[in-house]
């Protein structure tokens, strides 16, 4: 039962990086999300998914950008990293948005 | 944007003590989900609730979903040292996003 995967676990970016976290899901959920949260803080939506070919931003999405070619998987690219997207990122899938949302492992990520 | 505020922010409380907590929305939410985070984990869902007034048990755990559809409660009976976590609540809003609450810190000294 994968779930949910995400990676890399960890990654450290030097600022003006690029780089893409990775998330892929083996449960035809149709809708996808991403996820960042801070240190003692709640999780703020970045973008989501409702299928594939169809992506809308969320509540912070700038700085990120996401592509939703398949089903299974819902990539988040960040262009030019900057110390403000050092945070822990959390991929999740739910069937329908009113359903139960599967989280991935998450990806620590720190910007120096 | 979207605000779902818990309370307390935190609790310290002794084993086999009761725990309430709450979350609040200013906006009205037709779905209502609670989950727990584990440090260095992603959130598990606990209890979903769907209906104005509904009450589900799962457990220990007791949520409701309040009357006028901006709040939510979750309730732990006789807590124990696994409980400690961060207890989320969470709901759909109605464009498509999915929005998680501030979130209630959970220490269960033994």
């Known amino acids: 039962n994968a779930g949910v995967t995400q990676t890399p676990k960890f990654r450290i970016l030097k600022i003006g990086q690029s780089m893409t976290l990775q998330c892929t899901q083996d449960?035809?959920?149709?809708?996808m999300y991403w996820y960042r949260q801070d240190p003692g803080m709640g999780l703020k939506l970045i973008y989501y998914s409702v299928g594939a070919g169809i992506t809308d931003k969320g509540e912070v999405p700038n700085g990120y950008n996401v592509s939703r070619s398949t089903t299974e998987d819902f990539p988040l690219r960040l262009e030019l990293a900057a110390p403000s997207q050092t945070s822990v990122y959390f991929c999740?899938?739910?069937?329908?948005?009113?359903?139960?949302?599967?989280f991935g492992q998450g990806t620590r990520l720190t910007v120096v | 944007g979207q605000q779902l505020n818990q309370s307390p922010q935190s609790m310290f409380i002794q084993e086999g003590e009761d725990v309430s907590m709450n979350c609040t929305s200013s906006s009205i939410f037709n779905t209502w989900l609670w989950y727990k985070q584990e440090p260095g984990e992603g959130p598990v869902l606990l209890i979903a609730l769907y209906k104005a007034g509904e009450l589900t048990s799962n457990g220990r755990l007791t949520a409701q979903f309040g009357i006028t559809r901006k709040d939510s409660f979750l309730n732990i009976s006789a807590s124990i040292p696994s409980d400690v976590g961060i207890y989320f609540c969470?709901?759909?809003?109605?464009?498509?996003?999915?929005?998680f609450g501030t979130g209630t810190s959970l220490t269960v000294i033994p």
């Open positions: 449960m035809n959920h149709n809708y």
């Open positions: 999740a899938s739910s069937y329908t948005l009113n359903t139960e949302a599967f």
């Open positions: 969470a709901g759909p809003n109605t464009g498509n996003q999915f929005y």
